[in-house]
């Protein structure tokens, strides 16, 4: 079972150049805001990559945890997007993070392989283990070093302890009785409300920023949850496989959040053609198979998470040779020095 309690803490800065590497700076004599970066033409391959989620990390209470943030992939830098695995025993359970709670409301739901559950960004949450053996996951943070703040811990673990007088005046309870209610936060002002889950606004008369909101007190759980990602997608023939993606159309609860996620399956030899994320930073972690394109011989699997509610996707090839209406003939030929005979038969392909 998954939940979290209806604040936000400051959003990752926006990157102001393609790639800032980050640098070993512990030791730098200037502080700055994250990282300080490598020169990018000394970057490489190396700086964007890890390994080892495809085993457990460092044992904890009731499980094991293991994150890679801009600490292991230094390339992240920036880039506002980081993953992790976590593997909680039977009836272990990740003790609440993050300090925020919107008036007492609790969204829960029980997963099962496939699915899809997002905790909005700084508000308290908890997994708890309800079956008989291990449950795996992977998580998508749209920051570079999201952080965790265990709300026992940071209040009653703190160094130096605060007094028992100012916890039990400043939450008007005796310390045994604290955890039988949730205390309400301030919210900073980005996003500008805990939830903004999107409705159906194709017919709206109004237009703004990404979608409309439904009334917070309407929201639900199913609003936060999406299923299916243990199986493949659709079939697409362009790329030689199928996709799946789960983004603000098909889970409501990711509008003004930042993030989605999606499922790729590669058949052997085949490549997703050069494509971009108009507006997102894509994560991959490799589920099955061995993957550059798909050098392998059987087919390979990867998880994509994404910095953006709908990331959108343009693939190139198709967006220059099969625009509409189409780019003219003489702009391409000069744009990639091809002859119109070359350019002719590129349409022909990608249209």
């Known amino acids: 079972i998954t939940a979290f309690i209806c604040n936000s803490p400051a959003y990752d800065n926006n990157p102001l150049q393609d790639i800032c590497v980050a640098v070993n700076d512990f030791k730098a004599a200037v502080f700055v805001n994250g990282k300080i970066c490598k020169d990018p033409k000394f970057a490489t391959a190396n700086d964007f990559f890890a390994s080892g989620l495809n085993v457990s990390g460092t044992p904890g209470s009731g499980g094991a945890s293991k994150f890679l943030s801009v600490d292991k992939i230094p390339g992240l830098n920036t880039l506002g997007i980081s993953i992790g695995r976590i593997d909680l025993e039977p009836q272990g359970f990740l003790v609440p993070d993050s300090a925020n709670f919107f008036k007492s409301r609790l969204f829960s739901k029980i997963l099962y392989p496939g699915d899809v559950f997002v905790f909005p960004i700084g508000l308290s949450h908890f997994q708890y283990n309800v079956g008989n ?44 009785d604290f955890f039988s209610s949730s205390p309400v936060y301030a919210y900073d002002n980005n996003p500008l409300q805990d939830i903004c889950v999107a409705v159906n606004d194709s017919q709206a008369a109004v237009f703004v920023n990404g979608k409309i909101c439904k009334d917070p007190k309407f929201a639900t759980a199913n609003d936060f949850f999406a299923s299916g990602l243990n199986v ?78 709908k990331p959108e996707l343009i693939i190139i090839p198709n967006s220059i040779f099969a625009s509409n209406p189409p780019i003219m003939d003489d702009v391409l030929a000069q744009g990639f020095q091809l002859s119109k005979t070359q350019i002719a038969e590129l349409r022909r392909k990608f249209s």
């Open 232 to 309: 493949s997608g659709i079939v697409v023939p362009a790329i030689g496989g199928a996709a799946k993606f789960v983004d603000v159309d098909n889970m409501p609860g990711l509008n003004t959040l930042g993030i989605s996620t999606g499922r790729v399956d590669l058949e052997p030899q085949r490549i997703v053609p050069f494509h971009i994320h108009p507006r997102a930073t894509e994560l991959i972690t490799v589920l099955e198979g061995i993957f550059y394109y798909n050098v392998g011989k059987k087919k390979a699997v990867y998880l994509a998470a994404f910095n953006s509610q």
């Open 133 to 176: 053996k291990k449950a795996t996951y992977l998580a998508a943070f749209n920051s570079q070093n999201p952080g965790f703040v265990f709300i026992p811990n940071s209040i009653f673990g703190s160094n130096p302890p605060i007094p028992d007088d100012v916890l039990t005046q400043g939450f008007q309870l005796t310390i045994t």
